[in-house]
């Protein structure tokens, strides 16, 4: 069975400074990985995705997400935050047997000005 | 591209009523789509996964007498809580994708249902 883990209900951090929000996978085939963003009582926004390839994806709005095979991770990063990066953020597996995505618990993410 | 549009946005009705949701992909055909659930401050939780022209797959726990799914086009898929109680309460979200392993799903804004 394939499932996420995302280890930080909430990440604080001031605007300007770098953001990461962790994701860890398990998944018995080769992973798909993918990060969505979710605003308040809305559906959640395509951020980026890992299929194969260079391990570092770059995606929308300046969020970028690294691949790292030996740690099963997918952390989710970006240089510099913005106030309206403030979200709630979730990582998600797909394997190649399953077309379902599986996310993890979510990680909520507060930019202070 | 790649656009989920799901209606409505938000029900509010009394215990025993029915009520049906629909989801759309606008500019792409999907012949499969997925049904999910969100409680308050918690993941997404798979309910099934809708199958154009055949029977939806549920999953384990998710009644299907409850939870009725048709997906009678390459563009539709409608979910009906049938006979709604307060406890089917929740935020559902539909999602599609193209056709293919390495596209990504797209969602649709989900339904706010609030059952008295």
């Known amino acids: 069975a394939q499932s996420v883990a995302q280890p930080e209900d909430q990440v604080n951090v001031a605007e300007g400074n770098p953001l990461t929000v962790k994701c860890t996978y398990s998944v018995s085939g080769n992973p798909y990985l993918f990060w969505y963003v979710q605003y308040p009582n809305r559906g959640l926004q395509f951020l980026l995705k890992?299929?194969?390839?260079?391990?570092l994806v770059k995606g929308s709005y300046g969020f970028e997400a690294e691949f790292n095979k030996s740690q099963t991770s997918f952390h989710l990063k970006k240089p510099s935050a913005l106030v309206s990066d403030s979200a709630l953020y979730f990582c998600?597996?797909?394997?190649?047997?399953?077309?379902?995505?599986?996310f993890g618990s979510g990680t909520r993410l507060q930019v202070q000005p | 591209g790649a656009v989920v549009s799901q209606h409505p946005s938000r029900v509010i009705c009394k215990s025993g009523t029915s009520v049906k949701i629909e989801c759309r992909s606008l500019?792409?055909?999907?012949?499969?789509m997925f049904w999910y659930r969100q409680f308050p401050k918690q993941s997404l939780m798979l309910m099934a996964t809708?199958?154009?022209?055949?029977?939806?797959?549920?999953e384990q726990g998710v009644e299907k007498d409850k939870f009725l799914i048709n997906h009678a086009s390459l563009t539709l898929s409608t979910l009906t809580v049938t006979s709604a109680h307060p406890e089917d309460s929740s935020f559902y979200i539909c999602?599609?994708?193209?056709?293919?392993?390495?596209?990504?799903?797209?969602f649709g804004d989900g339904t706010r249902l609030s059952i008295l």
């Open positions: 809708s199958n154009e022209g055949s029977k939806a797959t549920y």
């Open positions: 998600a597996v797909r394997d190649t047997g399953r077309r379902a995505l599986t």
């Open positions: 890992y299929i194969t390839g260079d391990n």
């Open positions: 999602s599609a994708s193209i056709e293919a392993n390495n596209q990504p799903q797209h």
């Open positions: 500019d792409f055909q999907a012949t499969t």
